[in-house]
């Protein structure tokens, strides 16, 4: 360094020593003049002691000028940049993006909690008794317990209550009993309604006597009118006469005998029909009883069935209390605790809050993404089930439920994770950056874009908003082609000058 500065100041250095020798006058000069010729040895001392000076201010001026030097290069090299960037001085830098098509899509992306579709506490009912555990089905010597698998109808355990077993038993008696007495009383109808018939079959053959007889009797009656003409005219003896009044009195006795059959006959019919109707009656009187004795059959054979504790669908046991051989006290005593409880397994049901500003857009069917950290991020697709259609005055949420079809087991009652709920489908419009759009004074939005170099305010309607993109609605003038600014260095504002620079975006993933 030493030796390049001492090269590059040399031109320096001569000019320093030439001026100072220029204001020196030369021993020449001193000697061509006569004035000075008597002064000629001084003058040359005075010359010696100038060129030492000059020596001197030599080395002290090439360190200062190679200093200087160095300075005035990177100056210049700091004005010719300068001057190379004239054309870019006041404009403000900014990124841009071009806008792409298709429009967002509506969604929602809350916590969810995952729940057992259904759960049922199995419980004593109103018997008490002592536990006697069960089998699991297909698994001899294993016994219920909890993280059991069951299916509907699986038998889990029984209380052991003899004496209830003693009056379903009586009660099947009496019903049996009561089954007899309605065949018997069928049987007294059928043979009430036999006599019935026959009573009034033997009232038509009396009443057919009676018309015969009544007949005989005006035959008679018209015989003994001609005997007693002629007896009395004296055409026949007395005797004749007194025949046809026996044969008379005969016939109306015996008018008067099947008269009174019919009379007896018809009463019998009277009297057959009342059996018909008491055996009827007796009937009605049985099925009574045995619907009594049925009712109180079922009653018993209801609370036979609380002693067998029955799974009510598939599921798992995730709870137990007992074990065999503890008395099981009936639910209706106060403080007890159910016997299982077997959650059903094959659907989840996951309960979302979804916030007010999403609630207009949810709809029974809409499909579901849920994803589970703990297992490994995995996503299960559901559909919304179920809407409260109210929302929570403090947390202005409305609960909505998702039903997931639990295929493997892997979720599990309790589990926590996100719902991604897609609410509703994309347009046709196009998208930017979310952070591309602006609000003005008038609460309006509007985005710049880089026109010939310059800002133009743009007014555009926003749609959807997932916060990473925004959905325009109607660009008035937007199109594909515009170079949307996304952010910028400095102040900006329509048809500002700007120096516009492509951004390069990656969108997080799973967008």
């Known amino acids: ?92 830098a900014v990124q841009y993006v071009y806008p792409q098509k298709g429009g967002i899509e509506r969604v929602t992306d809350q916590p969810g909690s995952v729940h057992a579709f259904q759960f049922a506490d199995l419980e004593a009912n109103t018997v008490s008794g002592y536990w006697q555990e069960k089998e699991v089905p297909g698994h001899p010597g294993e016994y219920i317990d909890i993280g059991s698998k069951v299916k509907k109808g699986d038998l889990l355990g029984e209380i052991l209550y003899p004496p209830l077993e003693k009056q ?21 109808i059928q043979t009430a309604k ?12 009396y009443e057919a006597a009676v018309e015969r007889a009544v007949a005989n009797h005006k035959f008679r009656d018209i015989q003994y009118e001609r005997i007693l003409k002629l007896w009395q005219s004296g055409s026949v003896d007395r005797r004749y006469v007194d025949e046809e009044q026996a044969h008379l009195d005969e016939s109306i006795a015996d008018e008067n005998t099947v008269k009174a059959q019919v009379v007896h006959g018809k009463a019998e019919v009277s009297a057959a029909e009342a059996k018909v109707l008491d055996a009827e009656a007796n009937l009605m009187t049985a099925k009574a009883e045995l619907d009594v004795a049925r009712a109180d059959l079922g009653r018993l054979e209801e609370l036979v069935k609380y002693l067998k504790i029955i799974s009510p669908y598939d599921g798992v046991v995730t709870v137990r209390n007992f074990h065999s051989g503890d008395f099981i006290r009936s639910a209706t005593t106060s403080g007890t ?33 849920l994803r589970i950290d703990a297992l490994a991020g995995r996503i299960f697709k559901g559909k919304v089930a179920r809407i409260a259609d109210s929302e929570n005055a403090e947390s202005r949420t409305m609960r909505i439920e998702i039903d997931i079809v639990n295929t493997d087991g892997a979720l599990r009652d309790g589990m926590y994770g996100q719902a991604l709920i897609h609410l509703a489908p994309p347009s046709g419009d196009i998208h930017v950056p979310s952070g591309a759009i602006q609000v003005d004074d008038n609460k309006k939005n509007f ?47 329509d048809g500002v000058p700007v120096l516009a620079e492509e951004a390069n975006i990656k969108k997080p993933a799973g967008h």
């Not at 379903?168 to 007294?188: H, S, T």
């Not at 036999?194 to 053959?205: F, G, P, R, T």
């Open 1 to 92: 360094m030493t030796a390049t500065s001492h090269t590059d100041s040399k031109p320096a250095a001569s000019t320093s020593l030439d001026h100072t020798t220029n204001n020196t006058p030369s021993p020449t000069a001193m000697d061509a003049s006569p004035k000075h010729k008597s002064r000629k040895l001084p003058l040359i001392l005075i010359a010696l002691i100038a060129i030492v000076g000059c020596g001197l201010g030599f080395f002290f001026l090439e360190g200062k000028n190679s200093s200087e030097g160095k300075a005035s290069a990177e100056g210049g090299s700091e004005k010719s940049g300068e001057a190379g960037a004239d054309s870019d001085v006041g404009k403000t």
């Open 337 to 369: 605790k159910p016997l299982f409880t077997v959650t059903r397994t094959d659907v989840m049901r996951v309960i979302v809050m979804v916030p007010d500003r999403d609630v207009p857009y949810c709809d029974i069917g809409d499909p579901t993404d």
């Open 447 to 493: 985005v710049y874009v880089v026109r010939d170099g310059k800002a133009v305010k743009v007014p555009v309607t926003v749609g959807n908003d997932s916060g990473i993109d925004a959905e325009i609605v109607t660009g008035k003038g937007l199109n594909m082609k515009d170079k949307v600014v996304l952010s910028y260095n400095g102040s900006i504002g």
């Open 168 to 188: 379903a038993e009586q009660a099947r008696a009496v019903v049996k009993q009561r089954e007899a007495q309605i065949d018997q009383a069928k049987a007294l």
């Open 194 to 205: 036999a006599n019935l018939d026959a009573s009034k079959a033997l009232v038509k053959q």
